[in-house]
């Protein structure tokens, strides 16, 4: 499975969030830092 | 998610846009977010798109996910990742918002 590197670009994506707005992770570039959070389940 | 929630002040003073990911769908997700007034932007994934992008390991023997954390700088390169051993291996607070000082303080490193 695909890991990825330190110091390395990060994969771009885009998903819709769960109000429908779409988020690209590219959209950040060059005014924030992104904290990417994957979680398992809510409980 | 609340560990996240009670520096969420922190991160934002930081320039960081905490995004969670997971593999319930958007009602799951609105629901919780809601329940927990979450200030984070939340991304479902029921199809696991970005989890598998990312390689978020499945645990086949609790048929869970484990825990992981990638912190993208404002250039777009991954500056520190984590991948958990188990439900709880999450790094603290306080070493991600060291990290994200010495991240906002030096440029990238280029091979």
Same mark, same amino acid.
Request: net charge negative; hydrophobic share 40%; proline share 9%.
């Given at each position: 499975?695909?890991?990825?590197?330190?110091?390395?670009?990060?994969?771009?994506?885009?998903?819709?969030?769960?109000?429908?707005?779409?988020?690209?992770?590219?959209?950040?570039?060059?005014?924030?830092?992104?904290?990417?959070?994957?979680?398992?389940? +809510?409980? | 998610?609340?560990?996240?929630?009670? $520096?969420?002040?922190?991160?934002?003073?930081? $320039?960081?846009?905490?995004?969670?990911?997971?593999?319930?769908?958007?009602?799951? +997700?609105?629901?919780? +977010?809601?329940?927990?007034?979450?200030? +984070?932007?939340?991304?479902?994934?029921?199809?696991?798109?970005?989890?598998?992008?990312?390689?978020?390991?499945?645990?086949?023997?609790?048929?869970?996910?484990?825990?992981?954390?990638?912190?993208?700088?404002?250039?777009?390169?991954?500056?520190?990742?984590?991948?958990?051993?188990?439900?709880?291996?999450?790094?603290?607070?306080?070493?991600?918002?060291?990290?994200?000082?010495?991240?906002?303080?030096?440029?990238?490193?280029?091979?």
């Amino acid at each position: 499975m695909p890991r990825v590197s330190l110091n390395q670009p990060a994969p771009d994506f885009s998903l819709p969030d769960f109000s429908g707005k779409t988020f690209r992770l590219s959209d950040l570039h060059g005014q924030k830092n992104v904290l990417l959070v994957f979680n398992r389940t +809510f409980v | 998610m609340a560990q996240l929630r009670q $520096d969420y002040s922190q991160f934002v003073a930081r $320039d960081v846009e905490v995004v969670v990911v997971g593999p319930e769908d958007a009602a799951a +997700f609105a629901a919780y +977010f809601q329940k927990e007034s979450l200030p +984070f932007t939340g991304l479902p994934d029921p199809k696991a798109s970005v989890l598998k992008l990312y390689g978020q390991e499945v645990n086949l023997f609790k048929l869970g996910r484990m825990p992981a954390q990638v912190l993208v700088d404002k250039t777009g390169t991954a500056r520190f990742v984590h991948y958990g051993h188990s439900m709880s291996d999450i790094p603290p607070n306080a070493e991600i918002m060291e990290l994200v000082d010495e991240v906002n303080a030096t440029p990238v490193p280029r091979p």
